[in-house]
T-cell receptor, first 114, second 113 residues
Framework: KAGVTQTPRYLIKTRGQQVTLSCSPI?????VSWYQQTPGQGLQFLFE???????NKGNFPGRFSGRQFSNSRSEMNVSTLELGDSALYLC?????????????FGQGTRLTVV | SQKIEQNSEALNIQEGKTATLTCNYTNYSPAYLQWYRQDPGRGPVFLLLIRENEKEKRKERLKVTFDTTLKQSLFHITASQPADSATYLC????????????FGPGTRLSVLP
């Protein structure tokens, strides 16, 4: 079956702009989580969505937001981009999230803010 | 403060030897812990999960242990091969509700032929 698909793979934006990233989970998976990966901070949890509801949230400013649609596809949005938002953004899907369910990661979207 | 550490940023071992990677955590009470492999430019790939009430898990050449007293997990790759070269990440979750992983910084393993 198809894996987790993230689009676009690469993105260059200017400071102050906003960006929307997309994640299509594995068919049948209802939990989608988003992570930011940078060389300095490593992989950091942004938020998790399950059945169109945000179930968990990390310690990121309100400029970072997301949503999940009825088909489990998810988008994350970053407004008023800053240089420090340059990172690899990864989404992970799992059947239900939590214990006993492994997370499957996409290849990520590489965002560069100039 | 809460912290999750992995023993070293990089580890070089000879092909055929056993690689042992360490994950230590402070001020967390994980319900379970997972290990992932990440290759350059790709997302992490799940390897093993171990719960707080389990001591050891195995899968083929992989073994993970979990000591909640020491607050430590060890990840072993036996009979290592150059194809095992990658960054290995540990991740913990404090509850069973939803997914909210805290990842370690990773250890970059190089298996030399």
């Amino acid at each position: 079956k198809a894996g987790v698909t993230q689009t676009p793979r690469y993105l260059i934006k200017t400071r102050g702009q906003q960006v929307t990233l997309s994640c299509s989970p594995i068919s049948g998976h209802r939990s989608v989580s988003w992570y930011q990966q940078t060389p300095g901070q490593g992989l950091q949890f942004l938020f998790e969505y399950f059945s169109e509801t945000q179930r968990n949230k990390g310690n990121f400013p309100g400029r970072f937001s997301g949503r999940q649609f009825s088909n489990s596809r998810s988008e994350m949005n970053v407004s008023t981009l800053e240089l420090g938002d340059s990172a690899l953004y990864l989404c992970a899907s799992s059947l239900t999230g939590g214990q006993n369910t492994e997370a499957f990661f996409g290849q990520g979207t590489r965002l560069t803010v100039v | 403060s809460q912290k999750i550490e992995q023993n070293s940023e990089a580890l070089n071992i000879q092909e055929g030897k056993t690689a042992t990677l360490t994950c230590n955590y402070t001020n967390y009470s994980p319900a379970y812990l997972q290990w992932y492999r990440q290759d350059p430019g790709r997302g992490p790939v799940f390897l093993l999960l171990i719960r707080e009430n389990e001591k050891e898990k195995r899968k083929e050449r992989l073994k993970v242990t979990f000591d909640t007293t020491l607050k430590q997990s060890l990840f072993h790759i036996t009979a290592s091969q150059p194809a095992d070269s990658a960054t290995y990440l540990c991740a913990l979750d404090e509850d069973n509700y939803g997914q909210n992983f805290v990842f370690g910084p990773g250890t970059r393993l190089s298996v030399l032929p």
